[in-house]
Every structure is written in C-alpha cells, then in structure tokens.
C-alpha cells in the first residue's frame, strides 16, 4: 500500500513580488495621471484662447462703433478716447489689454511726404493678456478702421522717428516717447519703431519746437531731442521736434547698448593710489555752447578704482589731477573710445612729484601718423641748454634713486633717499645726495659697495636698461652695478651684469639690461666703487632702472624734473621721420603734456 506524504501548502506573494507590482502600478498610475494632466491643459488654453479672442472681437466692436475721430489714444497720436492699457475681468480671469492706435498711410493716393494728407485709415492693435492663468499666453489681434466719406484735404503734418545703432544700422523694437506739452490737445505717447527701425506717425498736430521725443530700450542708451529754451541749452544740436501742416517731419536718433567703464588710479610700478579726481568728457553734444552729453568728475576709491556702470557709448576725454602728484600716463590714450556693451578698463597712471617748486612735469604720447595707434619702442631727447638731457623711451617707465643721504637700513623702498646697506666703505653725506667712496685719514677707501633697497613693479614686468650719471670718474676709479631680480620680497637676491652672470658687471652709463633679470616683480642693485689711487674717488649721482609692466602706457613717457624754460623734444623710431618739437614748461604750470605723430620715412 502506497502512503501519499506530501503536503500542498498555500503560499502569498513573497515581497520582491509585492515591491515590483506596487511598482507597477505606481508607473501606470503616474501615466494616466500625466495624460489627464496635459488633456486638461490643453483644454484650459483652448478655453484662455477662446475668452481672449471673445474679448478681442468685444474691444474691436466698441471701437468701430465710436465716431472715426474718436478712434485714439487719449494723449496719444491720433488723439482720442481710448486708454492704452486696461485691466478686464472676463469669466473669472483677469486680462490686460494694451492698446495701439496708429494713422496709417495707404499708397492708393501716393505716400507721404507727397501725398500731403498721408493719414488714410486707422491700425488698432490689442495685445491681451490673462495676469491671473498659470498659462499666461499673450496675442495680439490687429483691425483697420477706415473713415466714412472720403479724405478730406487736412491741417495735419506727418512725423517719422528712426533710430539707428552705433554703426549707423537700422534699430528695430526701439521704443520711442513722444511728449507734446499743450493746453488744448496734449500728447504723451509711447510706441516702437518697426522692423525698419522706423515709426511713422501721420496727422499729428502742427507745433513748432514742440514735441519732445526720446528713444531707449532696456540695456540701451537714450536719445532725445533738447527744449530750445534752456535751462539745458539755448542752442540744441536736436531742438524739439517742429511739426507743419502738409509736410513731414523726420528725426534720427541713435542708440546702443550701454557699457561699463572701470577705472584705477596707479604707479607705474601698479601701485595703487586712492583718492584720485578725473573727469570725464563725451565728444557728444547736446548744445553748440557747448554743452557735452557727458561730462563728470568722479574720485576713484580708497583702493585706487572705480566703477562706472551704463556709460553710453561715446569717445571719452580724460583728464586727473591730485595734489602732490603728476599725471604721467593714461591707458587707453585719450580720447578713449568706449564702444557699445563693452567692459573697458581706464588706467590712469600718476607720479609723486619731486617737491621741488621749480621742477616740471612734461608728458610726452606718441602715436602713428597713418593709424593714430600709440607707438612703443620710440626714443624721445628731452634737453635744454645747460640743462641735464633726458632720455626716454615710450611704452617704458622707469625706477630711479637720486640721493642716498637717508643711510641704510629700510629694507623696501620707501625713502626715496634711503638704502639697505652698505659695508662702511662709502660716503653719502655729500651735497646733492651723491655717493663716494669714504676718506679714511690723508685717502680714500680703495672700494666700497652699496646695497639698494627692494624696488616693487608689482607685476612681472621686462626690464630694459640700466643708466647711471657721475659727477666725476677720474683716471684709477670705476662704478660698476650688478642687478638682482625675484618675485619675493625676501629673494633669493642673486646679483648678476649684463651676461647674465655673477662674474659681470654693468660699467657704461647706458647698458641694456640682461634678458634674464627680466620676468619678475621685484628688484634691487649693488653698486661697487673702487680707485687705485688714494687721492681720488668716483662719484655717482644717480642711477635708473626703465622696465614695462601693465602699469606703462603704450605709446607715452615722461620726463620729471625740467626746469623752467625752453626743452627741446626730440621723438625718433626706426622706419619713422624724426620730429623735434619746443616746449614751454614754467611753475605757473608745473605739468605739461605735448604729443607727436609719426609717419613712416
């Protein structure tokens, strides 16, 4: 007999079951729920559309039962009794409705300005839409409306606006205002100039200067016409707009995106120098006085800069003064021009001066005759009868100590008459701020060196030449100079000549500087004065270091420190005419400026 053990057991869904099916519904679910979704969002648009379309016919109706000549805004052109823009309630929804009016010139009797009565039928435009609907979907709707009878001879005129961009180039969408100040039929009316850039507006009231017209678009700048009878102006370049019977009227105006202009106050070597007053002048008029569009003094901060935001666009002038400084450099060259929806920088570079009253300031600017470009690389003579001669090169400043009688011990300069160290073999408690080799009993040292304090230029800047200038060298004694450059203030401070090596040394008055000091930030100079004669010493006055750096202006120099008179300047460049000029530099006016243009030879 065969026994049966098995057991048959119900089972449920296990929970991976359960998850997957939940799942399953859940993503079926979601379907039907984003299908009704978008059924219902298609039907509530075609119901805002349906409700603004039933208020567009609505407004149309009105309108063309209104007599013909009250079809207009009111203030408007036409005038009328219409408002340009109203907020309806049309079941349940709230709409804005914008209205345009427009005369509108038909060909079939010629256009204006010879059809003299240009103003044939009427263009109404609506542009509706629902302020309260999560679907805010705006629609314009257009009808013409034409009068009764036949025209009529008229005591209207015609005014177009066109405005055009910084190029010349038709401006479509701008939009224009156009205020007309009268007792009896006033006007203030907006509108936007076609895809022509123009707007054209027919039977408009005779007025003469009257009508104030602007245009502007968001990020752009304003153009406008000026009132003839100040206090602006008395002499407008544009006048309020004069409208005749018969005739057209027709004005430019020219508008672009605005810009932003930023502006530091700096050191040829970039530092900063806060607090510095400029003033910045548009070639712009509005009056023949004359009276600039654009013209403001403004302060850079206390960190030596400045924002200007939404500048229009214009070829500036500027000009900076601060007390205790001269303006030796200006980037870019002014007039700057500052062109449409750009961000241009404005570095104006300025000096300490010398503090001595009979000591000038002159800056000098070169530019190609041919492109008006400035020019770097160009050698300028500044010299005057008795009188030490400069020399300059644009595009380069340059770093120079005059007087050592500060002593040593200042580790950056800062004292202009101090110095780091020195091994107690030199002398600079002379007159003129020279130094010497020091007297020791009945001679002098047989050598000494001079180390310079840290000279900054804050930038990684090129260096170009070392110069140097000596009261006396007699026969038996030497001054030589070596260079150091790092990025550091604490160095390393490897002090090299004009090979680039330890063993060289710089001797001439005017030697180029070795390409490999160049690159760095910072500098300083050693300088060795030796004599093989007991009696005798070399003395040195002064030495310079010139350099480029994004704080030198391309195409200007300067020279400081001119006495009153007459300096001759001389600007010459290879492939270039030389120039010579003679400038007039007195206390009355301690700064001056001069400016060459060179062709090609």
Known sequence: MNIDCSVKEDRGFTLIETVVSVAIFAFVAIGLYMSYAQVMK??????????????????????????????????GIPSGVLSPLQSLVRSGMTFNVATMVRN?????????????????????????????????????????V????????STLGSLFVRTINATGSALPGATVHIVLASSTAPVDYTDITGANG?????????????????????????????????????????????????????LTLAIDKLADLNVTSVTPACTRIPGVPFTLTGAKLIGTEPVYKYQATSTTDGGGGLELPNMEWDNYTVEASKAG???????????????????????????????????????????????????SGADIVVEKGGEVTQYLTTGRGFLNQTDWSGGSGQDMFVDPTAYYSDDGNVDVSGTAGSVKLKKFGGGYASSGTLESSVFSVDTASNFYQLRFSQTTQPAGTEAKFQLATANATSGPWIFI????????????????????SSGYKYFK???????????KTPVVDDVSFTFSSACVSSGQAYAQGLHNGTWTVTVSKSGYATEVQNVVMSTTKPWGTVSFQLNPA
Do not use: W
């Open 525 to 535: 100079y050693k300088l060795y004065l030796s004599s093989t004669d007991s009696n």
């Open 325 to 375: 400084y001269d303006l030796v450099g200006i980037s870019p060259l002014s007039p700057f021009t500052l062109a449409p929806g750009s961000t241009q920088n404005l570095q104006l570079v300025l000096i300490p001066q010398t503090g001595n009253p009979n000591d000038n300031t002159l800056l000098v600017t070169v530019t190609d005759g041919v492109t008006g470009l400035p020019l």
């Open 198 to 250: 123009m707007l054209q507006l027919v039977g408009v009231l005779p007025a003469v200067n009257a009508y104030q017209v602007s245009a502007t678009e968001p990020g752009y700048s304003i153009d406008q016409t000026y009132s003839p009878y100040g206090p602006t102006t008395t002499h407008p370049v544009l006048p309020y707009a004069t409208v005749a019977p018969g005739t057209v009227t027709q």
């Open 146 to 153: 034409g009068p009764k009878d036949l025209e009529a001879s």
């Open 42 to 75: 298609v039907v509530h648009r075609a119901q805002l559309r349906v409700a603004t379309t039933a208020l567009a016919t609505e407004q149309f109706e009105m309108i063309r039962n209104l007599p013909y000549s009250s079809v207009g805004l009111k203030n």
């Open 497 to 516: 000549g004009p090979n680039g090596t330890t063993t060289s040394y710089y001797t001439a008055t005017t030697t180029d500087i070795s390409p490999v």
């Open 104 to 144: 509108i010139d038909l060909p079939f009797d010629g256009l204006a300005p010879s059809d003299t009565n240009p103003a044939d039928n009427k263009l109404v435009e609506l542009d509706i839409m629902c302020t309260s609907c999560s679907d805010q979907i705006p629609m314009s709707f257009t009808t013409q």
